[in-house]
Structures are given as C-alpha cells and as structure tokens.
C-alpha cells in the first residue's frame, strides 16, 4: 500500500461509481476515511457501488478527515421501483386549438 506524503491538507478522491472495497482503498491512498451512515457493516461490503459522497470530489480537507458516502439498494433490498403506474386519461383544456380543431356536427367528409 502506497503511504502518501504527510500534508495537512488533501484532495478528497472522487468515490461515486466505485464498488465498496475500491472506495475504501481509494480513501486510504489520499489519507481520507470513508463512513457509511446508511451501512453498518461497511468495512465487510465488497460490490455495492457508492451513488453519492460528501465532500464532493477535489476539496481540500484535514489529512483523515471522515468522507461520507451512500450506497444503491443492493440485491433483495429496496422495492422494486415506484411502484404501479396506470395511464391516465388525457384531459383536454377547453378552448385553444381543440376547440378550432373540431369537425362540426352532422358533416361526413367526401
């Protein structure tokens, strides 16, 4: 493991779209710690991607400073979506174009 140079200030590392352990690798090369709020067991997740992080990626912070990051829903968790969707029926403005549109009653075309 590489040990960066002993700076007080570092760049946070971008971490979205890493896989849990590439995040944690990637933090501890900057000097940065990675906490999970939303994982308890985050030092043991391996394939769960990291959808969000905060600070951004490129501040500047403290030398092991805590780097917040936020996983997907992983496999079983979650629900599936936002649930049923059903059509709805268009409702016309009265009025407008509609209204010009409209063929007038008892005509057939030809």
Do not use: C, N, S
Request: charged share 25%; hydrophobic share 35%.
């Amino acid at each position: 493991m590489r040990i960066p140079p002993k700076t007080p200030e570092v760049r946070v590392p971008r971490l979205v779209g890493l896989m849990a352990v590439d995040a944690r690798e990637a933090a501890a090369r900057q000097g940065v710690l990675p906490a999970a709020p939303d994982r308890p067991d985050f030092h043991r997740t391996v394939v769960d991607h990291v959808v969000r992080q905060y600070p951004p990626p490129g501040t500047e912070v403290p030398r092991g400073a805590a780097i917040t990051v936020w996983f997907g829903l992983g496999e079983g968790e979650g629900g599936g979506g936002a649930g049923v969707r059903e059509p709805r029926p268009q409702v016309r403005p009265p009025g407008g174009l509609h209204r010009e549109l409209d063929e007038p009653a008892g005509r057939l075309p030809g």
